[in-house]
Each structure stands twice: as structure tokens, then as C-alpha cells.
């Protein structure tokens, strides 16, 4: 039986490029071999949206075969896997409805363990290699959850004088949850967004790579407009432009998550 890897895109500083980073490591890790599910936890649905049509994705956000419908009605996430038009990549997508699910979880029975317990068909089944998790960027009973599914999770954080803000929050908010998930690693730091030519690029990772005990990707993902085109066009960006930098950026790096998560 293959060894599942569940690994959670987390940062809860807003536009810090996560959904992005989730779906071109997905899209990557499938065009290397990989069988990937990606899982879209995230209200503002983009990490479905690069990987299907607005109309088809906002159809499945108010059909009842979305993640909002499962974890409301604590389901196996079996059933609500939808194939991607790309090989290997699988992907469960989003409801707007799931902005309010941490009222819904509130009142349930061990309530930070119900995406792990709708999950665990899936993690367990062999089918995948990888499942990528898109949290949104809130530090709530919903990321509580989908932190306690996951084995390992990756931050993203943007270049930008504002990149670093809230990063000790976050670090605090995984320490809580290794109380109830005691096995969940920081896989590392990616950085996004990232202009070289710019002196708080090199303050920023000069600041990454103090911390202590906190693995720093060598891969950057740079500032490209293929990005926002590739987004614009519902598919990541090495389906939209195979020879676009980030492209191939999000190549290195995602042979880098594969490198260090089996370290």
C-alpha cells in the first residue's frame, strides 16, 4: 500500500499567494508522476477555480457534492472527488457556504477531527501519492481541523514589507495544534511574490533564514504575469504556458516539497 502524504497550504496573512502555491505544486507533483487530490478549504473557491470553469465550480458550490456538504453531513470525502482535465490530479471542491462552517462545527462531538475522520478513506486507500489541502487565512476550529488531517504543512509568505506580519501567530497556532495533532511538521517556507531587484527580498529571507528550526525552500517563486493569465484562464500556469519562469519554478519547487517531506 502506497504512503498517502497529506499536506496543508497555510498562512493565515491574506494574499500571501497560498492558493496559488497549492495549485502549481499540485499541478506539478501530477505532471511528475505523482496521483494528487487536492482538497479546496477555502470560501473564496480558488483553488477550484484553477482547475475548473467559474460556471462549473460555482455549480458544484451549490450542488450537494462539495466539501461544505461532507463535513456538514460528516461524510467520506470518497464519494465528492472530481477528476481534473489534467492526469493524475483529483480535486474535492469548495462552497461559499463553508465560510460559515465553524458555527456548524462548534456544537459537534470531537469537532477538530472531523475532516480527518471524513478524510481517512482517502488517505488510506492508496490512490494517492499526495492530497494538497488549501486553507483559508484564518486561524479558527475550521484550520484547526484541516492542520489535524494533515501531515505536514507548507506556509507560503510574500516578499513585501508586510510578508512577515502574523508569522509569529502562526508559528504559536502550530504549536497549539501539535497538542491535538503531535505529528504534524512544518514541511517549510515558500516564498511568493517575490521581485529580486527589491531590498526587502533580501530582508525578508535574510529574516526566513533566522528562524530556528524552520526549513526555507531554495526555490522563489518570482513575480509573473503568466500567473494572473493562467488564473484568468481556470488552469495553473504550466498548463497555460509550459515555458513561463514560474512554471518552471513551481517545477523546482515542488521537487523540493517531495525531497524534504520524505526526509
Same mark, same amino acid.
Given at each position: 500500500?502506497?504512503?498517502?502524504?497529506?499536506?496543508?497550504?497555510?498562512? #493565515?496573512?491574506?494574499?500571501?499567494?497560498? =492558493? @496559488?502555491?497549492? /495549485?502549481? !505544486?499540485? $499541478?506539478? %507533483?501530477?505532471?511528475?508522476?505523482? &496521483?494528487?487530490?487536492?482538497?479546496?478549504?477555502?470560501?473564496?473557491?480558488?483553488?477550484?477555480?484553477?482547475?475548473?470553469?467559474?460556471?462549473?465550480?460555482?455549480?458544484?458550490?451549490?450542488?450537494?457534492?462539495?466539501?461544505?456538504?461532507?463535513?456538514?453531513?460528516?461524510?467520506?470525502?470518497?464519494?465528492?472527488?472530481?477528476?481534473?482535465?489534467?492526469? #493524475?490530479?483529483?480535486?474535492?471542491?469548495? =462552497? @461559499?457556504?463553508? /465560510?460559515? !462552517?465553524? $458555527?456548524? %462545527?462548534?456544537?459537534?462531538?470531537? &469537532?477538530?477531527?472531523?475532516?480527518?475522520?471524513?478524510?481517512?478513506?482517502?488517505?488510506?486507500?492508496?490512490?494517492?501519492?499526495?492530497?494538497?489541502?488549501?486553507?483559508?487565512?484564518?486561524?479558527?476550529?475550521?484550520?484547526?481541523?484541516?492542520?489535524?488531517?494533515?501531515?505536514?504543512?507548507?506556509?507560503?509568505?510574500?516578499?513585501?514589507?508586510?510578508?512577515?506580519?502574523?508569522?509569529?501567530?502562526?508559528?504559536?497556532?502550530?504549536?497549539? !495544534?501539535?497538542?491535538?495533532?503531535?505529528?504534524?511538521?512544518?514541511?517549510?517556507?515558500?516564498?511568493?511574490?517575490?521581485?529580486?531587484?527589491?531590498?526587502?527580498?533580501?530582508?525578508?529571507?535574510?529574516?526566513?533564514?533566522?528562524?530556528?528550526?524552520?526549513?526555507?525552500?531554495?526555490?522563489?517563486?518570482?513575480?509573473?504575469?503568466?500567473?494572473?493569465?493562467?488564473?484568468?484562464?481556470?488552469?495553473?500556469?504550466?498548463?497555460?504556458?509550459?515555458?513561463?519562469?514560474?512554471?518552471?519554478?513551481?517545477?523546482?519547487?515542488?521537487?523540493?516539497?517531495?525531497?524534504?517531506?520524505?526526509?
Amino acid at each position: 500500500m502506497k504512503t498517502t502524504k497529506t499536506i496543508c497550504f497555510a498562512n #493565515n496573512k491574506g494574499g500571501s499567494g497560498k =492558493s @496559488t502555491t497549492c /495549485s502549481n !505544486i499540485g $499541478y506539478a %507533483l501530477a505532471q511528475q508522476g505523482k &496521483r494528487v487530490l487536492m482538497v479546496d478549504g477555502d470560501m473564496q473557491l480558488n483553488l477550484s477555480l484553477s482547475f475548473l470553469s467559474e460556471e462549473r465550480v460555482l455549480d458544484i458550490a451549490k450542488s450537494e457534492k462539495n466539501l461544505y456538504v461532507a463535513i456538514s453531513k460528516q461524510e467520506d470525502l470518497t464519494e465528492y472527488v472530481y477528476p481534473s482535465d489534467y492526469e #493524475n490530479l483529483d480535486i474535492i471542491p469548495s =462552497s @461559499t457556504l463553508i /465560510s460559515g !462552517i465553524e $458555527y456548524e %462545527l462548534f456544537t459537534k462531538w470531537q &469537532r477538530e477531527f472531523i475532516v480527518k475522520k471524513c478524510l481517512q478513506s482517502l488517505q488510506t486507500s492508496g490512490d494517492y501519492d499526495y492530497i494538497l489541502i488549501d486553507a483559508p487565512p484564518t486561524l479558527g476550529t475550521w484550520v484547526i481541523n484541516l492542520l489535524c488531517a494533515s501531515d505536514e504543512v507548507v506556509i507560503p509568505v510574500e516578499a513585501s514589507p508586510w510578508g512577515l506580519f502574523g508569522l509569529a501567530n502562526m508559528f504559536e497556532f502550530l504549536q497549539a !495544534i501539535r497538542q491535538m495533532n503531535p505529528d504534524l511538521g512544518l514541511l517549510g517556507i515558500a516564498m511568493t511574490k517575490v521581485n529580486t531587484n527589491k531590498k526587502y527580498f533580501k530582508q525578508t529571507l535574510e529574516s526566513l533564514r533566522e528562524l530556528n528550526d524552520t526549513h526555507v525552500f531554495d526555490t522563489y517563486i518570482r513575480v509573473d504575469s503568466m500567473i494572473e493569465w493562467a488564473q484568468e484562464n481556470s488552469k495553473p500556469v504550466g498548463a497555460y504556458k509550459k515555458s513561463a519562469r514560474s512554471a518552471h519554478e513551481y517545477n523546482a519547487l515542488a521537487k523540493e516539497v517531495v525531497k524534504h517531506v520524505h526526509k
